[in-house]
Nanobody, 123 residues
């Protein structure tokens, strides 16, 4: 129900940085917790980071904690993922989605996904 368009991916060298953006449509963006997921070639889609509706609380998977920062601008209906100290293992297609917390696991609220944005990190 929340339509999203991811952008900002690209090719960077190890140790470099990228800032991903997720533009969402509609007036209800601020009503949802939002998150980032990624899927590497041949692997399952995995949770990366989440942020509550107010932006006051953030959550990260262990592999990106300390390197990535999730943020949101509700006035602009935009979600961000600042990625620093990128590593080759970060190479994946990154997706954003409305999320909810089921137990200790963040999951997408809706079944549909956007096209994602490709992040490639060279060694």
């Amino acid at each position: 129900q929340v339509q999203v368009v991811e952008s900002g991916g690209g090719l960077v060298q190890a140790g470099g940085s990228l800032r991903l953006s997720c533009a969402a449509s509609g007036r209800t963006f601020s009503s949802y917790a939002m998150g980032w997921f990624r899927q590497a070639q041949g692997k399952e889609r995995q949770f990366v980071a989440a942020i509550t509706w107010s932006g006051s609380s953030t959550y990260y998977t262990d592999s990106v904690n300390g390197r990535f920062t999730i943020s949101r601008d509700n006035a602009k209906n935009t979600l961000y993922l600042q990625m620093n100290s990128l590593q080759p293992d970060d190479t994946a297609v990154y997706y954003c989605a409305a999320v909810y917390l089921r137990g200790s696991t963040w999951q997408s609220l809706f079944d549909s996904w956007g096209q994602g944005t490709q992040v490639t990190v060279s060694s």
